[in-house]
């Protein structure tokens, strides 16, 4: 499938998320059921550009000095927000992110594209955040953002209409102000359902595989790794699962 097929079919800006981490067999089982040719409606499709079906995505994440979308997070407040920027590195492409959370409790993403050497904390995007926030919950933007936490990793996405399961190996995750650096065990993939309803034939198999959804976003988990002062329980559990116990 091309990435105009995949924006067509399952774009999915606003939408319901599982994460899940998966062994690396149960993730092939589950991975040869949604591609199986005799599958009902079809078989899910992989993203595939320039032959190539698994790419290399680099994310910096923004905060402000006290973390607040950590906290706001961690709190679970309904007007919260994520400011990241997101790099396509096989091609180049730079996007600014915003992920808010709608009034259902699904994440609702606002994009536009990074061009040259633009960061979110150029005028023009700081002001594209504030219209943001101002227009989906009424508040201001924080005045005082730098970088907080980059990710690296290698994804890999299925398709089918209206649902997208992604699925991430080698997770690094970088503390930009503390210096420490935690990988996700080798034997895991991070998959995540994304979809406009609930539970999905992925979500019902992986539970049929004894693999449940864990309470874990990169962000949030990787700095409850990185940061053991943090109160993060929410998200200790599935980080020490992901990253062990320690952060070089």
């Not at 990793?153 to 699925?167: F, K, M, S, W």
């Amino acid at each position: 499938m091309t990435l105009a097929e995949l924006n067509e079919r399952a774009e999915l800006l606003a939408r319901f998320d599982n994460s899940y981490l998966v062994p690396t067999e149960i993730f092939l089982r589950l991975a040869q059921r949604l591609t199986d040719p005799r599958r009902p409606g079809g078989p899910f499709r992989a993203l595939t550009i320039d032959g190539r079906r698994a790419f290399r995505y680099h994310s910096v994440y923004y905060d402000t000095p006290g973390l607040r979308s950590f906290h706001d997070h961690r709190q679970g407040r309904r007007l919260r927000f994520k400011i990241r920027e997101r790099v396509y590195e096989d091609s180049g492409e730079r996007q600014f992110e915003i992920k808010l959370k709608g009034r259902r409790g699904d994440t609702v993403k606002h994009r536009r594209p990074l061009t040259g050497t633009s960061t979110p904390l150029d005028a023009g995007h700081r002001s594209f955040l504030a219209d943001t926030l101002h227009h989906a919950y009424g508040i201001d933007s924080p005045t005082a953002l730098a970088p907080s936490l980059s990710t690296d990793y290698l994804r890999a996405t299925l398709v089918a209409d209206g649902e997208r399961i992604t699925c991430d190996a080698g997770l690094v995750c970088h503390d930009l102000r503390a210096q420490r650096t935690v990988r996700c065990d080798a034997g895991l993939v991070l998959v995540e359902t994304k979809t406009a309803g609930h539970l999905t034939e992925a979500d019902l198999l992986l539970h049929s595989y004894g693999v449940r959804p864990a309470v874990f976003t990169k962000y949030c988990g990787a700095l409850a790794a990185l940061r053991p002062a943090l109160p993060a329980n929410r998200w200790r559990r599935a980080a020490r699962r992901a990253f062990g116990d320690g952060a070089g």
